[in-house]
């Protein structure tokens, strides 16, 4: 079989004493935090409920403060609710707040993750104003008392966005890619619709977080080399729990050959020490995160987090027959489809044409 593996022990590696000495300190505090879980799961009483809550609110005030001061001195680290307005910050806890609820259905679900990843394009790409804009000629549907149209302007950001590669690692990831690539199609002036690579790769879940392994399984993957080179590679994955995903895919790629000019990594919600891991692993790449979570339990998964997001947005596979990335998309039905058409194109064009 055709696989590439990598050990945890080795993005631990890239981590400074530094990085290690926050992730000890934020570590004793969420130890703090669930302890005061167990108090609220409980039978408090009001009293005791309503003071357990002023505990968590100071103590997750703190863990907040901390996380400010590392990414403060990690420029590659952009957090949007560090480097956006006050007043912008609302919108998106709130969003992160109905992505976390257990009583979000799927459907609300996706709507939210659509949301979102349109408030991390922004945070990426919208703060190039001053540049020169585009000038769009809008044919409107009132033709009366003849045809009418609207001009309107966008900065432009053509350099920025039309060197781009979509790079998905599968599942959770897909819809996420296909929103990013819908985004730069819309702030092109040439409607670019980016090309994509898909990677089939998954964690060990029989190990724990200390010796976490990554598989790239190549056989199932979908990519072209010279697509690659030179290019600005973009992953969009909700959650980055580990930052072994990407470090994987993209020392294999290096090894290969591949030389990205840049890498972006967009999250809904990254942890820590993956975030850290992923800066510190890769040469010129930025993680963009809606929000920032403490960290991972023994099974590497994000605290407080939001469940597995693959599953809550593509719904869950049968164990015995998985989907293919075609019965995957299928399954988005005809608005998703319909919405993201080109980009669907591409994706089919890759999985029937490309192999690595």
């Keep these: 079989m055709n696989k590439i593996i990598l050990k945890a022990e080795d993005l631990d590696g890239y981590l400074s004493s530094a990085d290690r000495e926050y992730l000890s300190r934020m570590d004793s505090i969420y130890r703090e935090v669930m302890a005061d879980f167990t108090m609220l799961s409980g039978k408090p009483s009001v009293s005791e409920y309503e003071r357990e809550e002023q505990t968590l609110i100071a103590r997750y005030n703190v ?13 590659a680290l952009q957090v949007y609710s560090f480097k956006t307005p006050h007043e912008n ?13 257990v009583r979000t259905q799927q459907g609300e679900f996706v709507y939210y993750i659509q949301r979102a990843y349109e408030l991390l394009f922004k945070l990426a790409y919208g703060g190039l104003a001053g540049r020169n804009k585009h000038y769009f ?15 309107h302007k966008i900065t432009d950001i053509d350099g920025e966005i039309e060197n781009t590669v979509m790079c998905v690692m599968l599942r959770g990831a897909l819809l996420p890619a296909m929103i ?15 090309p994509f690579a898909l990677f089939k790769i998954s964690r060990d879940d029989t190990k724990l977080e200390h010796n976490m392994e990554y598989i790239l399984d190549l056989d199932k993957s979908y990519f072209n080399r010279d697509t690659l080179n030179g290019k600005d590679l973009i992953f969009a994955d909700p959650m ?36 850290l891991r992923s800066v510190r692993a890769l040469d010129n790449c930025q993680v963009y995160t809606l929000w920032m979570d403490p960290l991972l339990n023994e099974a590497a998964y994000i605290m407080p987090g939001l469940g597995d997001a693959g599953d809550r947005i593509n719904g869950r ?39 690595p």
């Design 89 to 101: 910050h609302a919108e998106a806890s709130r969003l992160i707040a109905k992505l976390r609820d």
């Design 240 to 275: 980055n729990a580990t930052g072994g995903s990407i470090v994987t895919v993209v020392k294999y790629l290096q090894k290969e050959g591949v030389q990205p000019r840049s890498i972006k990594f967009f999250n809904v919600i990254a942890a820590l020490k993956g975030a």
């Design 63 to 75: 863990m907040g403060s901390l996380m400010q001061d590392i990414c403060k001195t990690e420029t």
């Design 317 to 355: 596979d049968p164990i015995e027959q998985p989907r293919n990335i075609i019965q995957l998309i299928a399954d988005y039905g005809a608005n998703i489809a319909q919405l993201y058409r080109a980009q669907l194109k591409e994706i089919e064009n890759t999985v029937l044409n490309e192999k």
């Design 180 to 194: 990013m690539s819908k985004e730069i199609q819309e702030y092109s002036s040439h409607g670019y619709v980016t």
């Design 137 to 151: 000629f809008i044919k409107t549907p009132v033709s009366s008392p003849v045809q009418n149209y609207a001009v």
